[in-house]
């Protein structure tokens, strides 16, 4: 692309064009086939039209007609009753991309896929509708909700934790339609947290959380954006999803990625601090630890919830002083009589992971258990995508260490700004949810002509550009042009509206409750419950397996009789939560059968004496000269849950403030050469010496490109990216309101 694109340029400089276009339905090209094509791209935006600002997600949609060949028809080749070999090249669903340029290089202008055909009778011509990557995101929408901030009052003071963003939500979303900005969960992941400007975990639940995590970046991130941790240690307790046992043949993946660049101002270290629960309320606690500073990689065991207290294991590997990016493993496996052994696997930008020697942590066997909790602590350095997996071998290579090759990148978001104390409840597809995080938080959300998902904030249109991406004029490129301005363009009393968490408790608990007769389990069978659970629930936690259905606990027999003995270390309990049910999961990895009475997870609710939800409250911005001039000009914007903290409501009251507080020119009707570099949100100059005589800046908020026999026609939408300032009304006397020489009725 970027050896072609100053050809095209050059294409584009010259008297006499003609268009090339490149169309492929399920790989096949069928360029010469389409007789007419239109590519619609706009953001779907609830601001003003005509206001100095945008935001809002956009759906691309192509429409093709299709002609047939070889003496057949478009509908006996391509239509529903077609035959498969044929007909299903442009069945709903199937691949759709379309290129299109100037001169012989077409540029990539449109990737998705079918949405509809329809071919009318007595006629060959097959009409195609594709919409482009949104159509992925069709599927229901599913983010965590979890409750451990609301345990105490919240206020919205200082933010101390964020336990998600509007930018994490979107990621979380994007990863669930397999649009990945960092490696992915694996196979067998029990607990993943993207740490994208957030400490909730994506797979697993996150408990509660201490220390500063507030800072998240993009710059010197491994992948995307990663947790920058301080120079005191930030804590994230969870529970996993899944809760694998300690008497299993395989072993349990830990890993993460760091960078470590520039941070040396205390010693950065990862932490990761494990709990088994054992016998019903026996713990033990295995506990991994890289320090970059010193070179050393230290592992603790023992029943001392201090782990400093525990038997400890050092490895000495000096390299990860040197500041650089690693990703960090720990492959940790149990004996049959329940001795863990564990060992390290370091991966620097040498792209060769290194393994530590494999040592036993003791020879004392550990009680049949469970793995309870996981924290992970992190201190002056840059983490990201911490998971813990269950693996069936220890992966050995650089793309089994690493998942290397088995993903994709799919997207880029701009650096979270806008903290989240709780993730509201999210209705509809995840592309609605994506759509309405984008105009709750003022966002932009596309896939450009790539398929390459973008997310970009506020701040593109708060801080107006200075250069431009193209240029388009009157004595070339510009067809017709009307500018007008209008006092709807004008804002400059904004409110937005937030939503208070600061009287809301959660610190009553809620049963999801199942007594049954004993149930069995065959060795390596599967039990499955589904249980209801109500909206006002915030997630539950997968719980343990004891003797009986107490709080937070599975109880599982060795016998059908009541009173038989408890069974430890067997069963492999996984709890999930979709929508208005929770999926209880129970594995037994042992070799003689289990047999389970019921189960008493909890979930936390609202407390009796607090509100059920939050208050809405306003933040405010005005411009009292701009209001002299125009008058009081209100907008209010709907935070829909997404804006939960007063300082961030106030940051966008202000943006949107700037972007009206006084009316800028529309451009309307922007007819040009068409142009196919052209993107979403490019700034254009638009130079006019015939007409409005103007020279100015303006966004591309929407894009309509229809093409045939040879022929590309193209029309802008634009937003002007600066006002005129405040009037002036020199040697103007305005009247005024009421005629001051009529008599008062």
Same mark, same amino acid.
Not at 418 to 436: H, K, M, N
Not at 593 to 611: E, I, K, L, M, N
């Given at each position: ?13 010259q ?22 094509w ?92 594709a ?13 965590p ?10 206020g919205?003071?200082q ?11 979107v ?23 993207s740490?994208?400007?957030g400490t ?16 998240w ?38 890993e993460?990625?760091v ?24 713990r ?20 001392n ?8 294991l ?5 390299a990860?002083?040197?500041?650089g ?42 009680p ?13 350095l840059?983490a990201?995508?911490?998971q ?5 071998t220890?992966?050995?290579?650089y ?17 979270p700004?806008?903290?989240l ?20 938080t003022?966002a ?35 067809a017709?042009?009307t500018?007008?301005e ?7 009393y ?47 936690r ?8 107490l ?6 027999r060795?016998a ?10 067997? &069963? ?7 929508? !208005?049910? #929770? /999926?209880? $999961?129970?594995?037994? %990895?042992? *070799? ?15 407390s ?49 403030l ?30 006019d ?10 966004w591309? &908020? ?7 026999? !040879?022929? #590309? /026609?193209? $029309?802008?939408?634009? %937003?002007? *990216? ?18 001051p020489?009529?008599?008062p009725?």
């Amino acid at each position: 692309m970027k050896l072609v694109m100053p050809l095209v340029t050059q294409w584009l400089s010259q008297g006499e064009r003609y268009a090339s276009q490149e169309t492929r339905l399920a790989g096949r090209a069928l360029g010469a086939q389409v007789q007419s094509w239109s590519l619609d791209r706009s953001y779907a935006t609830d601001l003003p039209e005509a206001m100095r600002a945008f935001s809002g997600s956009s759906a691309a949609q192509l429409d093709l007609s299709l002609s047939g060949k070889g003496g057949k028809t478009a509908a006996a080749l391509y239509g529903p009753w077609a035959p498969r070999a044929t007909g299903d090249t442009a069945r709903p669903g199937q691949s759709v991309v379309h290129d299109w340029g100037v001169g012989p290089f077409p540029l990539p202008q449109f990737r998705g896929t079918v949405r509809a055909r329809s071919a009318g009778s007595g006629e060959d011509r097959l009409r195609v509708t594709a919409l482009d990557g949104a159509e992925r995101l069709r599927f229901p929408a599913r983010v965590p909700r979890p409750d451990g901030v609301l345990a105490n009052t919240l206020g919205f003071g200082q933010i101390t934790s964020w336990v998600a963003s509007p930018v994490w939500v979107v990621d979380h979303l994007l990863r669930l339609g397999n649009i990945h900005t960092c490696p992915p969960p694996r196979a067998g992941s029990v607990l993943y947290a993207s740490l994208h400007g957030g400490t909730a975990a994506n797979i697993g639940y996150l408990e509660k959380t201490s220390g500063s995590w507030t800072g998240w970046t993009k710059t010197n991130s491994p992948f995307e954006c990663a947790a920058d941790g301080y120079q005191s240690p930030m804590t994230a307790d969870y529970v996993p999803q899944t809760k694998p046992v300690n008497r299993r043949t395989d072993g349990l993946w830990l890993e993460f990625w760091v960078n470590t660049e520039g941070n040396m101002v205390a010693e950065p270290f990862v932490r990761v601090h494990t709990t088994w629960m054992a016998n019903g309320t026996t713990r033990h606690y295995v506990t991994m630890e890289i320090n970059f500073a010193t070179g050393k990689l230290t592992v603790w065991n023992g029943t001392n919830p201090d782990h400093i207290q525990n038997q400890a294991l050092q490895w000495t590997y000096a390299a990860i002083s040197n500041w650089g990016t690693y990703h960090v493993g720990w492959w940790l496996t149990w004996s049959p009589s329940g001795v863990p052994s564990i060992s390290p696997v370091v991966t620097d930008k040498s792209n060769t992971p290194v393994a530590l020697p494999d040592a036993a942590l003791s020879n004392t066997p550990v009680p049949p258990g469970n793995l309870d909790r996981v924290q992970l602590t992190v201190q002056n350095l840059r983490a990201e995508s911490f998971q813990v997996s269950q693996v069936s071998t220890r992966p050995t290579s650089y793309a089994q260490v690493t998942q290397a090759g088995t993903w994709k990148r799919g997207a880029s978001l701009d650096v979270p700004r806008l903290p989240l104390v709780t993730i509201p409840r999210a209705e509809g597809s995840a592309w609605d949810v994506i759509t309405q995080v984008a105009k709750a938080t003022l966002a932009t959300a596309e896939f450009d002509s790539n398929g390459y998902f973008r997310w970009r904030d506020h701040i593109r249109w708060a801080t107006p550009p200075t250069k431009a991406d193209v240029t388009v004029s009157s004595t070339r490129e510009l067809a017709s042009l009307t500018v007008s301005e209008e006092i709807d363009a004008c804002r400059n009393y904004v409110a937005v509206k937030w939503s208070n968490w600061g009287r809301v408790f959660g610190d009553e608990l809620s049963h999801i409750q199942e007594m049954v007769a004993a149930r069995s389990i065959a060795p390596g069978a599967t039990l499955t419950r589904i249980l209801p659970i109500g909206e006002d629930q915030w997630d539950p936690r997968t719980p343990n397996t004891y003797i009986d259905a107490l709080p937070d606990c599975v109880s599982i027999r060795s016998a059908p009789s009541g009173g038989s003995p408890a069974v430890y270390g067997a &069963v492999e309990v996984s709890l999930v939560r979709d929508g !208005g049910q #929770v /999926t209880l $999961t129970m594995r037994n %990895r042992s *070799t003689a059968p289990v047999f389970y009475f019921g189960v008493d997870a909890f979930a936390r609710t609202t407390s009796s004496g607090s509100p059920a939800g939050p208050t809405d409250a306003l933040a405010t911005a005005q411009n009292t000269t701009s209001q002299q001039g125009y008058g009081i000009q209100t907008y209010e914007h709907p935070g829909a849950g997404w804006i939960q903290y007063r300082d961030t409501a106030t940051e966008l009251a202000q943006a949107v403030l700037r972007a009206g507080e006084y009316p800028a020119p529309a451009l309307q009707s922007v007819e040009i050469l068409a142009d196919p570099r052209l993107e979403l949100g490019d700034v254009v100059r638009v130079v006019d010496t015939t007409g409005a005589t103007l020279d100015t800046l303006a966004w591309v &908020v929407g894009i309509k490109t229809s093409g045939g026999e !040879g022929r #590309v /026609t193209q $029309t802008l939408t634009l %937003r002007g *990216t600066r006002a005129n300032g405040p009037p002036a009304d020199t040697g103007l006397t305005p009247d005024p309101p009421v005629n001051p020489e009529a008599p008062p009725p």
